[in-house]
């Protein structure tokens, strides 16, 4: 049947030329529409089944909090112009009601100087409330030591937590402000409400998302959009969002930019599309250039290259009806089938060339191409498809979409090419007037490769040997390579996204790369919060239950309340300041300078650097020459820049807004889920009102780590089944990759047999058939680990693809070999074909080196040390076996 197929096409090629050119252009015409219909999606969750449960989640998650797409947008500069910039840009962004539902720039203040105490914790009411019972500036500076005490020197489990410890770069940020306000005042300077001021900054600390040495600010843009909508779209919204934050940082003195999941998503989308016109045109200027130098013409390379477009382009529009979308596994889908669809055109192009060359005319050459090289195009082709779908029994859906579009279409591009070219050079001779007339014999063929095949078996034993010896310390190297779970490595070099979230990680301790809880109640809800928060790996957490007080302590809670505000709405407020309490309050400022050292010394021993360095601005270090610290200046001015009257003024003004702030924020009223502020309530409540988020940030970058990583999520998956997020979602797409790689293998080595023994009809043709694949395999995978290349989830697919791709050599040696009978004749002949086709192959993969996208030039760089080294295995090995069987 095979042959009788091969046969029809070269007749109908020669005989029906014309209309087997209507019929391709029809084709194409039909394809490559359906080809333009393709989408594409990016982000690891559309690599995972649909069905799985953390990919389930996590699109749940997606649908009922809008806000867990949050764009982040980080500003750099100095403090003010942060805050000038923040002001002025959020309003510029939500008037882009389009893209944007809300921008968050500060803490929401005006909810917690209504419901601050509300929120403490019972354990706590009796160290924190006593800091509020006296509003007089020098008992309360008392009573502020004592509750600093109490926290961070008496308390064993001080500054255990990532939570702990930006607490305390808060607490201690809010001191400064306080102790520069009071500075302010005794160098006589006049600022408009010095005392509400003092008393914010002593409650709620800097309320703006500064970085700890204030040249950063963090703001939170909440999108009307999510990863989820069409990459083109997604690319629009956010650009125009980048825009508009561009433009308002010039006229600030501020540098801003944006990251987050949705930016990276909107990266990977143009790095794609962008790489994947770049890369196939470097692809196909590389193989037309090797062309013309192997074969000393252009008009055949043009034809080649033209096919192998055609026979993509059918390739591709049949793939539209089998997928939705292309992942970002099958992006690159055009130029793998370039690489390898390429094959085709130059074994008929080689044939045909040789054929002509050797005085047949145009028909006669046509078919003894088909019918000597059809057969080996045919089954390398069929193999080669079969090898990429065994990767369909993966559970992944990426794995999936990538063996099901390039198994069918490596099988598409082949009976593509061979439709397409045959027609293609009959309409060449055609044109060119050759068509009767036959060429004068010429030697075409490569005799070094005759020579070599030839050396090889006569000197077999002493090259078996050696080949082994280098198989095994290969194989050896092999083994040892590592596997790179940094998913940031993968993604294009110098993307402004990855260099802010790297920032941001660096300056404020969050991650756009979190683990996500959900429950259906409150009570699970604040449950699972406070056992996030005893993860060895937690940085942060984050929940409605902030903003709701624990019903348990409820009675006790309001029982406080209306104790401290009975207590303050009788408490005085000292109009003149003593001798006395001058001296009270030097002591006291004294002691708060103490206790800060001991803190510093805390973080120190702990290693909590940035209590440390926030410390030091107060304190100074130990052994400096010059006192420093904010605080200690502040103590040694009191000797000579001191006064009543100054003081004296702070103490009115700072006790008066003190006194009504907490009686304010002592009010009794019930703080539930239904009288929450929308801003808090939306960003932790689903739209359907009875799902609640969790979000549990790590104390560290993951992706440095892999440990950490697998530390981070297999906590996070104990405490929850429903554990989802980046980094559960990674870490098991990594695991299933690998498990379904090792399977992929396996069933593609058992395919690829299969096919051979059905195709030679001889168990011995198809065990040799096989070896060239196994040796070059295994020094494909011992080259990359001397190259310091790692596995990653990207070029972890080029060892089940080597299969399928490095058994076509062997394939087409063994269909001239069962011929010819002579080495010399084979390797010259077909020898030069296959090296052709190595190379071109090469080539192909070797352009996705250039993508910008480091995760398929990794796929590239290795596929193609793979296709090198399985020619060798062709070139080296095979002609030892079939001397040796030559012999006997």
């Known amino acids: 049947?095979?042959?009788?197929?091969?046969?029809?096409?070269?007749?109908?090629?020669?005989?029906?030329?014309?209309?087997?050119?209507?019929?391709?252009?029809?084709?194409?015409?039909?394809?490559?529409?359906?080809?333009?219909?393709?989408?594409?999606?990016?982000?690891?969750?559309?690599?995972?089944?649909?069905?799985?449960?953390?990919?389930?989640?996590?699109?749940?998650?997606?649908?009922?909090?809008?806000?867990?797409?949050?764009?982040?947008?980080?500003?750099?500069?100095?403090?003010?112009?942060?805050?000038?910039?923040?002001?002025?840009?959020?309003?510029?962004?939500?008037?882009?009601?389009?893209?944007?539902?809300?921008?968050?720039?500060?803490?929401?203040?005006?909810?917690?100087?209504?419901?601050?105490?509300?929120?403490?914790?019972?354990?706590?009411?009796?160290?924190?409330?006593?800091?509020?019972y006296d509003p007089n500036l020098v008992p309360f500076l008392h009573n502020l030591n004592n509750s600093f005490e109490g926290e961070y020197q008496r308390n064993d489990e001080a500054l255990q937590s990532r939570r702990d410890e930006l607490d305390a770069v808060r607490f201690l940020d809010g001191l400064e402000m306080f102790v520069d306000l009071q500075s302010a005042v005794m160098n006589g300077e006049v600022i408009e409400d010095v005392g509400q001021k003092a008393v914010d900054a002593i409650t709620f600390g800097e309320t703006f998302m500064l970085s700890p040495n204030k040249d950063m600010i963090l703001i939170f843009i909440e999108p009307t959009f999510n990863m989820m909508i069409e990459p083109a779209e997604l690319q629009e919204s956010v650009d125009g969002i980048e825009k508009i934050i561009k433009e308002a940082s010039t006229q600030y003195g501020v540098t801003a930019g944006l990251t987050g999941s949705i930016v990276l998503g909107r990266d990977e989308y143009k790095a794609f599309t962008s790489d994947s016109w770049t890369v196939s045109i470097l692809a196909l200027i590389g193989i037309f250039i090797l062309f013309v130098i192997s074969f000393r013409m252009?008009?055949?390379?043009?034809?080649?290259?033209?096919?192998?477009?055609?026979?993509?382009?059918?390739?591709?529009?049949?793939?539209?009806?089998?997928?939705?979308?292309?992942?970002?596994?099958?992006?690159m889908m055009s130029v793998i089938l370039i690489g390898l669809g390429i094959d085709f055109s130059v074994h008929i192009i080689s044939g045909y060339t040789e054929k002509r060359n050797q005085g047949l005319d145009v028909q006669i050459s046509?078919?003894?191409?088909?019918?000597?090289?059809?057969?080996?195009?045919?089954?390398?082709?069929?193999?080669?498809?079969l090898a990429f779908l065994t990767l369909m029994i993966s559970e992944t859906v990426g794995m999936q979409e990538m063996g099901l579009m390039a198994g069918v279409g490596i099988i598409f591009t082949m009976l593509a090419t061979i439709i397409i070219l045959p027609t293609m050079l009959v309409i060449r001779e055609r044109l060119l007037?050759?068509?009767?007339?036959?060429?004068?014999?010429?030697?075409?063929?490569?005799?070094?490769?005759?020579?070599?095949?030839?050396?090889?078996?006569?000197?077999?034993?002493?090259m078996g040997i050696f080949f082994l010896l280098i198989t095994g310390f290969l194989f050896n190297r092999g083994v040892n390579m590592s596997v790179d779970y940094n998913y940031l490595n993968m993604e294009p070099v110098g993307l402004?996204?990855?260099?802010?979230?790297?920032?941001?990680?660096?300056?404020?301790?969050?991650?756009?790369?979190?683990?996500?809880?959900?429950?259906?109640?409150?009570?699970?809800?604040?449950?699972?919060?406070?056992?996030?928060?005893?993860?060895?790996t937690t940085g942060w957490v984050e929940s409605i239950s902030d903003y709701l007080p624990d019903s348990d302590g409820l009675e006790e809670q309001y029982r406080f309340l209306q104790d401290l505000r009975r207590n303050l709405e009788n408490r005085e407020i000292r109009k003149q300041m003593s001798s006395h309490d001058m001296n009270m309050y030097r002591k006291e400022m004294e002691r708060l300078e103490?206790?800060?050292?001991?803190?510093?010394?805390?973080?120190?021993?702990?290693?909590?650097?940035?209590?440390?360095?926030?410390?030091?601005?107060?304190?100074?270090?130990?052994?400096?020459?010059?006192?420093?610290?904010?605080?200690?200046?502040?103590?040694?001015?009191?000797?000579?820049?001191?006064?009543?009257?100054?003081?004296?003024?702070?103490?009115?003004?700072?006790?008066?807004?003190?006194?009504?702030?907490?009686?304010?924020?002592?009010?009794?009223?019930?703080?539930?889920?239904?009288?929450?502020?929308?801003?808090?309530?939306?960003?932790?409540?689903?739209?359907?009102?009875?799902?609640?988020?969790?979000?549990?940030?790590?104390?560290?970058?993951?992706?440095?780590?892999?440990?950490?990583?697998?530390?981070?999520?297999?906590?996070?998956?104990?405490?929850?089944?429903?554990?989802t997020g980046l980094p559960p979602i990674f870490v098991e797409l990594m695991d299933i990759m690998s498990k379904d790689g090792k399977k992929a293998t396996y069933l593609a080595i058992i395919a690829v047999f299969l096919v051979l023994l059905l195709d030679f009809r001889s168990l011995k043709y198809a065990l040799v058939g096989m070896v060239p694949l196994i040796f070059g395999a295994i020094w494909m995978t011992g080259l990359m680990e001397i190259s310091g290349l790692k596995f990653t989830m990207?070029?972890?697919?080029?060892?089940?693809?080597?299969?399928?791709?490095?058994?076509?050599?062997?394939?087409?040696?063994?269909?001239?070999?069962?011929?010819?009978?002579?080495?010399?004749?084979?390797?010259?002949?077909?020898?030069?074909?296959?090296?052709?086709?190595?190379?071109?192959?090469?080539?192909?993969?070797?352009?996705?080196?250039?993508?910008?996208?480091?995760g398929l030039g990794s796929m590239g760089i290795a596929l193609f040390i793979g296709v090198g080294t399985c020619f060798l295995a062709t070139l080296f090995i095979i002609p030892a076996i079939l001397g040796l069987q030559n012999k006997q």
């Open 298 to 331: 252009w008009v055949s390379p043009l034809l080649a290259i033209l096919t192998v477009i055609m026979g993509v382009t059918w390739a591709m529009g049949f793939s539209s009806f089998l997928v939705e979308y292309l992942s970002m596994m099958t992006a």
């Open 594 to 723: 103490a206790n800060i050292i001991e803190l510093q010394d805390l973080a120190f021993l702990g290693g909590q650097d940035k209590v440390y360095d926030k410390a030091v601005k107060l304190v100074g270090e130990a052994g400096d020459s010059l006192d420093r610290g904010n605080i200690t200046q502040f103590i040694n001015a009191l000797d000579t820049g001191l006064t009543k009257i100054e003081l004296t003024y702070f103490q009115q003004q700072f006790s008066k807004a003190f006194k009504s702030t907490i009686i304010e924020m002592a009010n009794t009223e019930p703080l539930t889920l239904d009288n929450l502020p929308s801003e808090i309530k939306n960003r932790f409540t689903g739209k359907s009102g009875n799902i609640f988020i969790i979000n549990v940030y790590p104390e560290k970058n993951i992706w440095e780590d892999s440990r950490f990583l697998y530390r981070f999520t297999d906590e996070a998956t104990e405490l929850s089944e429903k554990a």
């Open 433 to 462: 007037k050759n068509f009767n007339k036959s060429l004068p014999p010429k030697d075409v063929s490569y005799p070094f490769l005759g020579r070599i095949a030839e050396f090889t078996a006569k000197y077999r034993w002493i």
């Open 366 to 385: 046509m078919q003894e191409t088909l019918l000597r090289f059809g057969p080996g195009i045919m089954t390398g082709g069929i193999t080669t498809g």
């Open 794 to 854: 990207m070029n972890i697919l080029a060892v089940p693809l080597i299969i399928g791709i490095g058994i076509d050599d062997g394939v087409h040696i063994l269909h001239r070999w069962k011929i010819e009978k002579n080495l010399d004749i084979v390797y010259r002949s077909t020898g030069k074909a296959i090296l052709l086709t190595s190379l071109t192959t090469m080539l192909g993969f070797g352009s996705l080196w250039f993508a910008t996208y480091r």
């Open 1 to 132: 049947m095979r042959k009788k197929f091969l046969h029809l096409i070269a007749r109908w090629s020669v005989t029906r030329t014309w209309w087997m050119t209507v019929g391709i252009l029809v084709l194409t015409l039909f394809f490559g529409y359906r080809a333009s219909t393709l989408q594409m999606r990016t982000g690891f969750d559309s690599l995972l089944p649909g069905d799985n449960p953390r990919t389930a989640e996590f699109n749940r998650i997606l649908e009922e909090f809008e806000n867990e797409s949050n764009i982040m947008l980080l500003a750099k500069g100095n403090e003010d112009s942060l805050k000038a910039y923040a002001r002025g840009v959020k309003p510029l962004l939500e008037d882009f009601d389009k893209w944007v539902a809300n921008v968050h720039i500060q803490i929401p203040e005006d909810f917690y100087r209504r419901n601050a105490l509300k929120l403490l914790p019972p354990d706590q009411l009796d160290n924190f409330g006593s800091m509020f």
């Open 496 to 536: 402004e996204s990855i260099k802010l979230q790297e920032e941001l990680i660096e300056a404020f301790d969050l991650s756009s790369d979190f683990v996500m809880f959900t429950t259906d109640n409150l009570e699970d809800t604040r449950a699972l919060t406070r056992q996030a928060r005893e993860m060895e």
